[in-house]
């Protein structure tokens, strides 16, 4: 059997919309770009959205749009994909990590403080794997300070943190989705910046679009921009996904709900008492109370968590990774710190123990089949293979 990590969800409305723009003299520039836009600002609560042609594209231009430059320094978390601070390093500023909580896997607000210097422009939480980090805390903490927030909410657009919507305007200066294939809504490649703030809106905007004025006059450019345009066949497919967004996420949901039967009996949730689980080193995913509403983005587990060493822990990882491939499924240890990236450890000399609770979820995670198709006979094959693989490990 074959299953695969991730699939889009793409049904005839997807297609129809698509299709009339192909049809239509407008490819980029349009009108569904537009219509996209204002169909995020209103499903997230925010005055104004600008589409991008990816995520990594929107966090750029916010880093830009704050005005951080060289030498500034922003904090941020090294268990996340690579965009959320490669994006600083275009700027020449410089990412500060620290680091996670060990349940959620997202940046742990009591940390953060301690790493504020006077050179500290801004703090970048990531809601890594749809999961809301603890956004009022950071708010409360940048405002104390005086910091620009900026949220990357790439994997976790529908998702609510105390009632409040991750991307919305309670939680940070401005927000970035991403519609890669194997987020929740996609566009192909994409992203959409968020914002309430008027002048950041204006200038993300004219930096998409190579510096070009308001007024949009074609070879006048009033400041360094870039080529970061969505285009109309990316916003149709955008505007066809939203209009299904609540669908997408209920389906998503049950898939995570088929997970949670299935391996329940297998694993200790984090924080359960009582009897003691068959495979003491397996970890599900945790979801903290706070978090009011989970729009998940991957299903990423744990194994090997129990092991006294390092090594052995990631060498239960590797061997479950390595059964999984013999069977067909797919799977991606996730995420890789990104202090423990070649280039990064190069550039700024991380090492190994510099931020242990990242390292320790970085060696022990697992991303899972996880799309909006997969089926309970899917999800016992997954299960079968990763209790078999964890019995011989
Ligand atoms: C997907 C993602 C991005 C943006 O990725 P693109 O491929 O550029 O759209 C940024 N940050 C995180 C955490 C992501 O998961």
New binding site residues.
């Given amino acids: 059997m074959q299953v695969h990590l991730s699939r889009p969800d793409i049904t005839d409305a997807e297609i129809a919309l698509v299709n009339e723009v192909v049809h239509s003299p407008v490819l980029a520039l349009g009108p569904k770009m537009a219509e996209f836009e204002q169909a995020v600002a209103d499903y997230v609560g925010r005055r104004y959205a600008i589409a991008v042609n990816?995520?990594?594209?929107g966090?750029h231009l916010l880093v830009r749009a704050f005005g951080i430059g060289e030498g500034d320094e922003v904090i941020t978390t090294p268990f996340?994909?690579i965009?959320?601070s490669n994006c600083m390093l275009y700027e020449r500023a410089k990412p500060v990590f620290v680091d996670i909580e060990p349940d959620t896997g997202n940046i742990d607000p009591s940390l953060i403080e301690a790493a504020i210097t006077p050179r500290t422009k801004a703090i970048l939480p990531?809601d890594?794997f749809g999961q809301p980090a603890r956004l009022d805390a950071i708010r409360e903490i940048a405002r104390r300070h005086g910091l620009v927030v900026i949220e990357?909410a790439?994997?976790a657009i529908g998702s609510e943190y105390k009632g409040k919507k991750a991307g919305s305007g309670a939680f940070s200066d401005g927000a970035v989705f991403?519609?890669?294939p194997n987020?929740q809504i996609t566009t192909g490649?994409?992203?959409m910046i968020v914002t309430d703030d008027e002048e950041v809106a204006k200038l993300c905007r004219s930096m998409r679009n190579q510096g070009r004025g308001e007024a949009g006059v074609w070879l006048s450019h009033e400041r360094l921009g870039y080529n970061y345009r969505m285009d109309e066949l990316s916003a149709a497919l955008g505007v066809a996904q939203m209009g299904r967004i609540e669908e997408l996420i209920a389906k998503r949901q049950r898939v995570a709900q088929m997970y949670a039967r299935r391996l329940g009996g297998l694993a200790r949730s984090a924080g359960a008492a009582g009897s003691a689980p068959r495979h003491p080193g397996l970890r599900l995913p945790y979801v903290a109370p706070e978090v009011t509403r989970m729009s998940w983005f991957v299903y990423v587990i744990r194994v090997g968590v129990d092991e006294p060493t390092p090594e052995r822990q990631e060498a239960v990882r590797d061997h479950v990774m390595q059964r999984f491939q013999e069977a067909g499924i797919g799977c991606r240890p996730y995420f890789t710190p990104i202090h423990l990236q070649p280039f990064y450890r190069r550039l700024f000399g991380y090492k190994e123990g510099d931020f242990p609770v990242t390292e320790a979820a970085g060696r022990t995670s697992i991303a899972i089949p996880f799309h909006n198709h997969l089926t309970e006979a899917e999800v016992d094959y997954v299960a079968t293979v990763l209790e078999q693989a964890l019995a011989e490990a």
Avoid: H, N, P
């Avoid at 990816?54 to 594209?57: H, K």
């Fill in positions: 990816s995520g990594t594209s966090l996340s994909f965009a959320s990531v890594a990357d790439c994997e991403a519609f890669y987020k490649e994409g992203g």
